[in-house]
Every structure is written in C-alpha cells, then in structure tokens.
C-alpha cells in the first residue's frame, strides 16, 4: 500500500523534470490519487505555461471529485499569467489535499491554504518539506533576497590547486565532470566571468550538450575599466546575451562601442575591493536573472566570499596533486592568522563523476541546511 511520502516522492520526480525551464518560476510537481489509483500527474514544464496542477486536473478529468492530490508547493492564490490553482481545485471536488511546503512568494504565503481549508478541504502540509525545500532552493532564496542564486563553481586539483603558478588549467577534471558542468550551464540563468577570464582565455560561455540544444546562460562579466575586447567571443550576442557590469566612471566611448555590438552594460559604484557585487546583483536579478553561475578565478571568488554572496559551492575535486607554493588556488584575498576566521561550511551531496567528485557544500547559517 503507498503511502503519502511515496505520492509526494514521485510529484517531487516529476518537478525535477523541469529543472532549468521554469526559471523565473518554481518546479512543481502534482499527482492526483483517488481510491488508491493513480488518475492524474502534471509538472509545471516552462514560465508562462499551465501549472503542474491544471495538468494533473485535466489528465484526471472527472475523478478529481473527492479525490486526494499531491503538490509539491502550495497552490498558488493570485492571477498571473495563469488563473489561481487554490480556486481550481476547490471547484474540483477535492476531497484533500497534501503539500509538501508553503511558498515564500508574498502573493501567496499560505493564503492558497487558507483558501482550500475555509472552502471545507482536508489540508496537510510538511510530507517531505525538506526534500521539497531543497528542490526549489533557488526560488525560495529569491522570493525572500529579490537576489540571484548564486553558485561559485570550480574544479581543483586534491591539494586544492585551480591552475598551475602561470594560469595553466586545461584540463584539471575529466570529460565527465565537463560534461556536467554543461549540464548546470542549461539550468541557471547567467554565467559570471573577471575579465580576466576574457583577455586569457576567449571563453564563449555557451551551453555545449551531447545529442541537443542546451540553453545558453546570459554572459555576465566583471569589468571595472572595460578592458572586454570589442572581438571577444562574448562580445558577439548573437548565440546569447552579454552583460558587462562596469564602474561609473569607465569610458563612455568603450561603452557605446560595446552598446552598438549587442551588450548589455550595467554600471555600479566600487566598493573598498573593487565593484560593489550586492549591487550588482540586485541589477543583475531585475534583468531576470535568478540563478547566477561564478566560474571566477581566485579574485572573482574572494569577491563574493567576502561579501557572503555565495549560496552554494560545487566543487569539482580531481585525483590529481599539483604541489608548488605558487599554484593558483580558488580563493585570494587578505589571509587569516587562526583557523576559527575561517568561513563555515556545511557538505551537502558528494558524487561520484567519471574519475572526480562533486562536491555540494553551503555557507553554514541557521536556515535551509541546518
């Protein structure tokens, strides 16, 4: 016999599905059981597009009534592109419905359940809250910062080198881990870059999938002096859009010159370390951008480290050792004189890729992973 759990395990499954076409929006996923049969499923598939729960409504046709279904947010209670799904399964005849956890956005906030409870229907909240939390993470960091996900993404060797002491990094991880990294390319919004990045290694930046069509992240570049190339590979916008984040005083002529090319320029003022990246980030987030990639050097890392920007790491970490006192390692920065200055950390998943791990770790902070 299933159980809730089961139900919600496979609705979370079919919000997975999605991951990376939803962006600004939530994964979600809903199954509709009624005597112990499955008679519905649906996953919201794409912004703008039908919720996971009218599709699971119009799969099960007329066995919603006194029927139970399973989502893995809260319906929501607000016309947006699409009508309210509270209001749709409250003329649905549901007899209960099971959700895994409340959505942060203000427009709802428990008011869908609310709305579903006061018109007479079993309500229950919390099966696999936290598996569910954990899938939409970076909608939940949005809805509550009005800031990107942010992601520092780099691979090393196990001594904890990203490149030797003359910048030589190709290739620390193998095949499989670089496939992976294409994969995580598809799923965010915007991909960040130093421009230093740019001047040594012409980087296109772009989403690269074996057997179909990846989706390219918005490049994203950090150039206080606009030094970006007008011939760079991300100064050509035809494959994706670029955006370069400047200072307020950088050369308006460079500027136009970018401008005429496609780019996107956004100024901000400098900080004591360089361009101030909260406000970068909160420019960045009103050009839709929810879900934000760092593929920085050491610097670019310190940057975000410093101003506790990171959300999350992915670490890629190869079966190789560099030794030298002059290997480039991920982070710069001003160094610590004790161990207990150290930023805190917390592992989330390890897997294995090809012949490397992957390693997913979190600032260590009362919330989501406690």
Not at 6 to 32: C, E, F, H, K, W
Not at 228 to 247: G, M, N, Q
């Amino acid at each position: 016999m299933k159980t809730d759990q089961d139900y919600m395990q496979l609705a979370l499954q079919l919000a997975a599905s999605a991951r990376g076409n939803t962006n600004p929006n939530p994964l979600v996923g809903a199954v509709i059981v009624k005597d112990g049969v499955i008679v519905g499923t649906g996953l919201h598939r794409k912004a703008g597009e039908p919720h996971a729960e009218v599709h699971a409504v119009n799969m099960a046709g007329e066995h919603t009534k006194d029927a139970t279904i399973y989502v893995t947010l809260e319906p929501c209670s607000h016309y947006g592109k699409t009508p309210p799904c509270a209001k749709l399964l409250k003329e649905s005849g549901f007899k209960r419905v099971v959700v895994a956890t409340e959505d942060p956005n203000p427009e709802v906030a428990g008011r869908g359940i609310r709305l579903l409870r006061e018109a007479g229907i079993e309500v229950e909240v919390g099966i696999l809250q936290e598996e569910a939390q954990k899938l939409n993470e970076r909608f939940i960091h949005n809805m509550l910062t009005e800031r990107p996900f942010v992601v520092a993404k780099f691979a090393m060797t196990l001594d904890g080198k990203i490149a030797t002491y003359n910048g030589h990094s190709q290739w620390i991880t193998g095949e499989e881990a670089r496939t992976d990294v294409h994969e995580l390319r598809h799923e965010v919004d915007g991909i960040l870059v130093g421009v230093q990045t740019v001047l040594n290694d012409n980087p296109k930046l772009t989403t690269r999938l074996k057997g179909r069509q990846g989706r390219n992240p918005i490049r994203v570049v950090l150039d206080s002096t606009l030094k970006t190339p007008l011939d760079a590979h991300i100064a050509d916008t035809t494959e994706a859009r670029t955006i370069i984040v400047t200072s307020l005083d950088s050369d308006e002529e460079k500027t136009q010159q970018l401008v005429r090319n496609g780019v996107e320029v956004i100024r901000v003022e400098k900080d004591t370390t360089g361009l101030n990246i909260e406000d970068m980030l909160k420019a960045l987030y009103k050009k839709g951008i929810t879900h934000l990639l760092v593929e920085g050097g050491g610097n670019v890392n310190a940057s975000f480290l410093r101003g506790g920007f990171i959300d999350q790491y992915m670490v890629y970490v190869a079966p190789k050792v560099l030794g030298g006192k002059n290997s480039i390692t991920p982070f710069t920065g001003s160094d610590v004189e004790t161990i207990d200055l150290a930023s805190l950390l917390e592992f989330g998943e390890v897997t294995r890729i090809g012949e490397d791990l992957r390693i997913l770790a979190y600032p260590k902070k009362a919330g989501l992973h406690e």
